[in-house]
Structure formats: C-alpha cells, structure tokens
C-alpha cells in the first residue's frame, strides 16, 4: 500500500460569546486575580450560556475549517469530533456535525480521550488519508466544560472553559505536507483526573448527583507532576522521532493546559517557552478543543507557511497522551 502525503487545508474555530474575567470568578469563589493569574496564566475564558451544547460551537467551527480550505460540504468524507462533553451519548457529536454541516457521504465518530482527544483524532485523521480511505476529513476537537464543572470547587472551576477548534485534513503530493513522527500512550487510573458518573458504572440516580459523581475532579498536584512529565517527554521523544532537534521546531502548539505547567516542562525539555504558541491567558484551558483553536489562532496569525515543522501535543485524563509533527 502506498502512503500518500497530509496536509491540513484548513483551519476553524468558535468560542462562545460570554466572557468570565477572574474578577467575576472572584465574586463567586474564594480566589483572586493575582492567585488565577500566577497559578495557571488564565486571565478570562468563554463560558456557554444554559442553552448552548457543545455542537453549537462544534459545527460553527467545522464550516470556518471547510470555508478557509475551499472545500464543498459535499466533498467531506469522514467526521471525527473529539470530546469528553458530547451533547448527549447518542447521537454521536459528529453525527449532529454532519447533520449540522450538511455533510451529504460522510461517516464518522466521537473520539473520547479527554484534553488529548484533538490530537488522537488528527493522527487517525491523517491516517485514513494518508492510506487513501479517505480524501476529506473533518476533525473537530469541541467542548462545553462547563457542564461538568464542579462550580463550587476553585482548582478546576478557575481553568477550564468552552469552545470548539476544527481541520480540515486533504491529500498532498508525496514529498511535501506530511506527518513525521506521532506519539501516544495511556496509562489507566482512576485517581488523578476523573468524570466517574453516567456511565454503566455508576449510573445517574439521585445519589450519584448528590455525590457529585457527574462533575470532574481533579488532583491538582498530581495533575501538574503528570502533566510537565509527559509535555517533555513528548517534545523531545517526538523530535526524535522525527529525527530533528527541538530548536528546528518553527511551532509547538501545546495543550493550553496552564502556564506554569508549559514553562516547567518547555524548562525541562531544553526549549524555549516562546516556541509554544499561547492563546491560554484569553481562552483557558478548553480540554479537548485547546489545540485546534490554538492552531486556528496561529494559522490567522499569519505564524505557519508549508514547510514549516510543528508539533502539537496533549494529555489529561485516561491518563492518556498524544503528539503530532508535521510539515505543514
Ligand atoms: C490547581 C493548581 C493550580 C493548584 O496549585 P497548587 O500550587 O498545586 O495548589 P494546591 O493544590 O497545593 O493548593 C494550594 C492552596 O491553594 C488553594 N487554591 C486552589 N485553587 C484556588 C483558587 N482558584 N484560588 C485560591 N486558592 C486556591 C488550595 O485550596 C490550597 O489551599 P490550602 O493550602 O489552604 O489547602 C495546580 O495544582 C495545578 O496547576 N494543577 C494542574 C491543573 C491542570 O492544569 N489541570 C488540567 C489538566 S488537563
């Protein structure tokens, strides 16, 4: 079988309208600007109204992605939306994507790996490419966190926020656009960062709501000590990979995770934190749709041309973790 080159052709993204400022957060919580600020480098995020699920965004998203590339809803192949806040089990997002989008011969899936989820499905994305499945394929990465925030709890309700990022993922001639190296791993646990409620294992009921089972918890420290570990492991892993140096790197368009978190690990990996792309002091930390509104964001900002190498990278709950490094 032989493998033809990838290219995103086309990048999209949609926050929602609201803005929460830490000083409103400081109305409701006890925290400050200062302590938000200097913890995690999040000054304000977007939250979603009542009313609105996470398609809402996902879709808007996915036809900027589809507009910037050129590409007739028609033409769309497959649909894969990452997320951990679907809008409901059943139907798939992606269902209500193609539905949303008009998307007429397009298959697809949810991809369900947390704040990693974005760059699982653009490596299974440019696979289905790259062996010829596919020749058009939408990936979405689209949350509304705020649905499962614990909003009385100050450590997660201070980071996470909503929104939705796309690509779309086309052929390129051999030799050009392509994937160079991808990186993954998962190691199971149910201590560090969980959403245990509403599955088979605790199903809804009165009780699992009132033990808040339904709402995410986090242990924050060891969070931190996972999440700089692995975020330079997959740096310099990935690189290696690839068989370049992390200084050849044009671009890193991290997980907008938490700054301290990206310069403890950009430290660590020998790399300097102005290689990352940060977009975290305005958006947060939007699990699953970090990485595409942040590249989305880089890509109107003029900051990638083809040829250029940029790695993208994520992790969270599972644990799980995943990179990309591609020739745009
Ligand atoms: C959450 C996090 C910022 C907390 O910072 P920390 O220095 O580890 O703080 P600790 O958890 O030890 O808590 C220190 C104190 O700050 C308090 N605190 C937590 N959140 C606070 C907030 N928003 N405002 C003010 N104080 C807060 C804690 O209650 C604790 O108080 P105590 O000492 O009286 O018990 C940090 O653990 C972290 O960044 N973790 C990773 C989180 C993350 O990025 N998650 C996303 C993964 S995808």
Not at 126 to 145: C, D, F, P, Q
Not at 218 to 231: I, P
Not at 243 to 267: F, S, W, Y
Request: with cysteine; proline share 4%; hydrophobic share 40%.
């Amino acid at each position: 079988m032989s493998l033809h080159g990838v290219r995103i052709a086309g990048t999209g993204s949609c926050l929602p309208e609201r803005v929460v400022t830490n000083a409103d957060l400081e109305k409701r919580l006890d925290t400050s600007d200062e302590w938000i600020r200097s913890r995690t480098g999040i000054g304000e995020r977007r939250w979603a109204s009542e009313d609105e699920a996470t398609s809402d965004f996902a879709i808007p998203a996915g036809r900027r992605a589809l507009e910037a590339a050129g590409c007739d809803p028609a033409d769309v192949d497959f649909v894969i939306c990452a997320t951990l806040t679907p809008d409901m089990p059943m139907p798939s997002t992606a269902g209500l994507i193609q539905r949303g989008l008009n998307l007429e011969k397009a298959g697809g899936f949810d991809l369900s790996s947390a704040c990693a989820g974005f760059v699982h499905a653009l490596t299974v994305g440019t696979n289905y490419v790259r062996t010829g499945s596919a020749k058009n394929v939408l990936v979405v990465g689209a949350e509304t966190m705020t649905k499962v925030l614990d909003h009385s709890d100050r450590a997660t309700a201070v980071i996470f926020a909503d929104g939705a990022g796309a690509a779309l993922l086309q052929p390129a001639p051999a030799g050009e656009s392509d994937v160079l190296a991808s990186r993954y791993g998962l190691r199971g646990d149910d201590e560090v960062l969980l959403l245990k409620g509403g599955g088979s294992r605790y199903p809804t009921t009165h009780e699992s709501v009132d033990e808040k089972l339904h709402l995410i918890f986090m242990e924050g420290r060891a969070t931190f000590r996972f999440a700089v570990k692995t975020f330079a492991s997959l740096i310099t892993e990935t690189c290696d990979d690839a068989g370049i140096a992390p200084q050849d790197l044009k671009l890193i368009v991290p997980h907008q995770v938490n700054m301290r978190i990206i310069e403890a690990a950009c430290t660590r990996a020998k790399v300097s934190t102005d290689k990352c792309f940060l977009n975290i002091e305005t958006v947060g930390n939007t699990s699953a749709a970090s990485v595409p509104i942040a590249l989305d964001d880089a890509v109107r900002a003029g900051k990638l041309e083809r040829g250029d190498l940029v790695l993208m990278l994520a992790f969270g709950g599972g644990l799980s973790w995943s990179s990309i490094l591609l020739r745009w």
